[in-house]
């Protein structure tokens, strides 16, 4: 066969297979469910003003590289080529490690310890706490905090040998130490490595623990209140059904499922209206055989935790809203539960709670303080930075004076992901005259 008609049948079939993302998309949509991200929408000629959409171009690349046919396959393919041939990720949030392991590329930090908080922003974050079991007791209410460890924390073997920790204190290490002799603060990294287990705790090819590890959880967090924790039932029994986050992330067409473990156990509680889904932002159970009522502040490790915590409260709350809306738990038991990657967020954000007043004496007024006020329900949210820290922070509006949190509001101070040890915020009873606002601070 003449060599010409080959190359232009080869050039024919290379140029046709490059055409099949393109001619099939109308027919293949994509789905950005697994990949736990919003794909690119596509973009318009004009903006909203009517004008020319001089990034049209750019927007539609993006568009198109993430809606072509086929791409989640050839996604997959990638992912498990280097996977298994290189041992490394095509996607920067997912680590592969040995075994089938993956871990959460956001834990990076933490595991190799190069981006600790300072000992002010840990002093900050248990001056913080401090103030919210302060709170919680004067209101009749006892409070618990705890940590879940990154899965990196807890099974370090598996990740990559290349990944060395820095020889000094992690995060976790760090507060876990500074709070030692508080009565509130539960060790959970203690909790799960002293517990008796055939399997591990945390999923391989997920970020968070299984429903074994939230039950062991569970126990230690009703131990420390001095309970009885929900029964386990006579068996736990093992189904791959888990839909790992981290396997979807960078094998999104396949039906990547991981292990997961059941109780036998017969819950009773219920939900309290509208309920979508354990990762909703509320829920409110109730149990008729619980006891107390129970407020747990969240993330993402309290979905599995959730129903054996429900289970032992006669009614029970669980927010994933951030602030923490702590007004008003009378008589309650207030648990606030944070995964280690997130701690840095507890000198972030004050919790909605009146700000505990205070004495002025000995503290020296600092003029040079940047102070911001707005309205937040019945509060007058006042937050800003002062020049120095490592000092307590005092707010006096209308003749009283108030210690506010160590926090920075990196957001509202429009420095979203910036850290700052010099910040302040606290919620102050609503006011006609805002202010008349004087920020004072004593060592």
């Known amino acids: 066969m003449n060599k010409n008609i080959l190359y232009r049948l080869y050039s024919a079939a290379f140029i046709g ?17 697994k990949e736990k991200r919003r794909l690119a929408e596509l973009p318009k000629i004009k903006t909203e003003d009517g004008e020319i959409n001089t990034e049209f171009f750019s927007q539609f690349d993006d568009w198109f590289s993430e809606h072509f046919a086929f791409r989640q396959q050839m ?5 498990r080529l280097m996977a298994s041939a290189l041992g490394t990720s095509p996607n920067k949030d997912v680590i592969v490690g040995s075994d089938g392991w993956l871990y959460y ?34 209101i009749g209410s006892q409070f618990i905090f705890t940590c879940a460890p990154n899965k990196n924390t807890l099974y370090p073997e598996h990740m990559p040998k290349n990944y060395v920790p820095a020889h000094k204190m992690s995060n976790f290490d760090m507060l876990s130490s500074a709070l030692a002799s508080r009565d509130y603060y539960l060790n959970m990294k203690s909790a799960l490595l002293s517990a008796e287990s055939s399997m591990p705790l945390y999923h391989k090819t997920d970020t ?18 001095g309970r009885e924790s929900c029964p386990a039932g006579e068996n736990w029994s093992i189904r791959n059904d888990r839909l790992g986050d981290l396997a979807a992330m960078i094998y999104p067409a396949e039906d990547a499922k991981d292990a997961q473990v059941y109780s036998d156990h017969t819950f009773t509680y219920q939900y309290q209206g509208h309920f979508r889904a354990l990762d909703d932002i509320s829920i409110q159970t109730t149990n008729e055989t619980g006891q107390g009522s129970l407020a747990m502040f969240r993330d993402s490790y309290g979905e599995a935790i959730l129903p054996y915590m429900a289970e032992c409260f006669n009614t ?13 738990l009378n008589d309650s038991t207030v648990i606030i539960e944070i995964v280690e990657r997130n701690l840095g967020n507890l000198q972030k954000y004050a919790p909605m709670m009146p700000a505990p007043e205070a004495s002025a004496e000995g503290a020296a007024v600092r003029a040079d303080a940047d102070i911001h006020t707005e309205q937040s329900g019945s509060y007058t949210h006042v937050f800003g930075t002062i020049s120095e820290s490592g000092k307590r922070i005092l707010i006096t509006s209308g003749g009283k004076t108030y210690e506010a949190f160590n926090c920075f509001e990196d957001k509202l101070l429009g420095c ?23 920020i004072s601070a004593t060592g």
């Open 208 to 225: 968070h623990w299984n429903n074994m590890g939230a039950y062991v959880g569970h126990t230690a967090i009703m131990s420390k209140l």
């Open 105 to 138: 590329g956001e834990t990076v930090s933490d595991y190799l310890r190069s981006d600790t908080l300072s000992p002010q922003g840990i002093r900050n974050i248990v001056h913080n706490l401090d103030l919210i079991d302060s709170y919680c007791s004067s």
């Open 17 to 33: 297979i490059c055409l099949v993302p393109a001619v099939c998309m109308p027919f293949v949509k994509a789905d950005s469910s």
């Open 416 to 438: 979203e992901g910036e850290t700052n040890d010099c910040g302040f915020s606290a919620y102050l009873p609503l006011t006609e005259d805002i202010n008349d606002i004087t």
């Open 75 to 79: 996604v997959t393919a990638d992912g």
């Open 316 to 328: 029970a709350s669980f927010s994933r809203a951030v602030p923490y809306n702590l007004s008003g």
